[in-house]
């Protein structure tokens, strides 16, 4: 397990699909303001890739986000998109609702920077998040992600075009602790 401050990133145990399905996938607003594809409902049984891994795919590593003290699940974190030539990859995650607000959100972050850059070794991490997602964007920063640009009118959400920020951390800009 890869550990930060009050998270922990583990593999996904089967007892977590339930509760990560019911609780952020089933939620259609969540859904469509975290993932890039349109809302639609997950049948109980389904290998959908956001639940179940797929140890074979090798440029996508999920995992699962436990609270360090009592090891109980709040959400997921995923390192995907991972290019091993321009040594880069993209940063994920979602945390159930009643875990939201709690420094959760910049410790995963601290800790797929670390996955990223030490265990991986990559250069480049890089974040798309929309421009109103003030948590996101706020954890990113924390961590030292820059904003590089604002991609206009990019996101379809439930109704409404939205804007998303793109945000990128260098590993040689990259400091493991710089949490004020
Ligand atoms: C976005 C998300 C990962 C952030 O994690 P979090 O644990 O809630 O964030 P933290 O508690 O670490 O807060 C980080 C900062 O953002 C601020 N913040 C968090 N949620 C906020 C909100 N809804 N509005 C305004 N500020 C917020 C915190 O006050 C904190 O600010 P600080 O650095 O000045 O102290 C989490 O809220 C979440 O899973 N949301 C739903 C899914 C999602 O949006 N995923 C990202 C898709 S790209």
């Known amino acids: 397990m890869l550990r930060g401050e009050k998270i922990g990133l583990r593999a996904r145990h089967e007892e977590d699909v339930p509760i990560l399905r019911a609780e952020l996938y089933d939620d259609v607003v969540n859904s469509s ?26 440029g996508h590593v999920p995992f699962s ?47 797929l920077c670390h996955y990223g850059f030490v265990v991986r070794g990559l250069q480049r991490l890089q974040i798309e998040t929309l421009a109103d997602n ?7 920063e924390r961590n030292g992600f820059v904003r590089e640009g ?12 939205l804007d998303e920020v793109l945000l990128g951390l260098l590993a040689r800009d990259w400091k493991p602790e710089p949490k004020a």
Not at 152 to 157: H, N
Request: aromatic share 6%.
């Open 65 to 111: 986000v436990v609270e360090l003290d009592g090891g109980t699940l709040v959400g997921t974190a995923t390192l995907w998109g991972i290019d091993n030539h321009h040594r880069s990859a993209h940063i994920g995650l979602g945390l159930l609702p009643s875990c939201r607000g709690k420094g959760y959100g910049t410790d995963v972050v601290a800790v």
């Open 33 to 58: 303001r975290a993932e890039s594809a349109p809302w639609r409902p997950i049948a109980p049984g389904s290998k959908d890739p956001r639940l179940v891994v797929d140890d074979t795919a090798q």
């Open 134 to 140: 003030v948590g996101m964007l706020r954890s990113a």
């Open 150 to 161: 604002l991609l206009r009118s990019s996101a379809w959400v439930m109704g409404e075009f």
